[in-house]
């Protein structure tokens, strides 16, 4: 949703964390995958493109990013650890730390993460209404 704009270094930075969020429950689940891919065609990348970088690489190069985009990627890895419909410890303990690598405050973080929670909310619940109940 946000990661058309972000810049080489930024996509890259961005892959980095999303493989740190994937896997911090040890689980790759196919909803993530299937995000994942998304995000690759929204930000007109492939995995060669991609600079493999690790994760305190990744906070350091979103450290020349503005607010604006140090908070669109943080969202989008909310929504990545929410794809699969459970929000584990593990995962809310890795974004802890991306969030404070990315100087987004803990207030900010909380109102940030609630309203993606809202938004699956929103879009699940489009769902249910669009299955055929007859």
């Known amino acids: 949703m946000f990661l058309k704009g972000f810049a080489k270094d930024e ?3 961005f892959c980095a964390l999303a493989a740190s969020v994937m ?3 040890k689980v790759l689940d196919e909803k993530e995958e299937v995000l994942l891919g998304r995000f690759y065609e929204e930000m007109d990348i492939t995995e ?3 600079e493999v970088m690790t994760a305190k690489t990744a906070i350091d190069v979103f450290g020349n ?3 604006t985009v140090r ?3 943080y969202i989008e890895l909310v929504g990545l650890s ?3 419909d459970f929000y584990n410890p593990q995962e809310q303990s890795v974004l802890k730390q991306i969030a404070e690598g990315l100087k987004i405050t803990v207030a900010e973080a909380e109102k940030l993460t609630y ?3 809202e938004l699956f909310s929103v879009y699940k619940r489009i769902g249910e209404l669009l299955c055929d109940t007859d």
Request: aromatic letters at 0%.
């Open 71 to 73: 908070k669109q990627a």
């Open 48 to 50: 060669d493109d991609v």
């Open 65 to 67: 990013s503005s607010e």
């Open 11 to 13: 996509k890259s930075a």
């Open 115 to 117: 309203c993606v929670g």
């Open 82 to 84: 929410m794809c699969d």
């Open 23 to 25: 896997s911090a429950d």
